[in-house]
């Protein structure tokens, strides 16, 4: 499966982001979409995951209630809504999928989209 990452940009604290990520190729209905993010000097990690099927959803502690996970099927783009952003959420963004089930860590992941970067200011 194919991925495409886009919105990402510069905000201020407290403001709002949408990122989006196009799949293409493989069928859908077995797949574990997530998002993770890379800040400069460390890990890449764990931010969201969707099963594609059932629409379950997954966040990391950090992120919890602060951002949304979605998707539409009706083009295969899974939305990751991010509000009240602060500077920690300052990272590159990747969108990942998987076949295997849903996994927290990076090797769980057989398909990458390129980053894109969230920048927000304080």
């Known amino acids: 499966v194919q991925l495409q990452a886009s919105g990402g940009g510069l905000v201020q604290a407290g403001g709002s982001l949408r990122l989006s990520c196009a799949a293409s190729g493989r069928t859908f209905s077995n797949v574990v979409m997530a998002w993770f993010r890379q800040a400069p000097g460390k890990e890449r990690e764990f931010v969201a995951g969707i099963r594609w099927g059932s629409g379950r959803t997954y966040y990391a502690d950090s992120v919890e209630g602060r951002f949304t996970i979605s998707g539409l099927k009706s083009n295969n783009t899974v939305i990751l809504e991010m509000n009240n952003l602060i500077p920690e959420d300052t990272a590159i963004y990747y969108c990942?999928?998987?076949?295997?089930?849903?996994?927290?860590?990076?090797?769980?992941?057989?398909?990458w989209g390129q980053g894109t970067l969230v920048t927000v200011s304080s």
């Open positions: 990942a999928a998987s076949y295997r089930g849903l996994s927290t860590v990076e090797n769980g992941y057989d398909n």
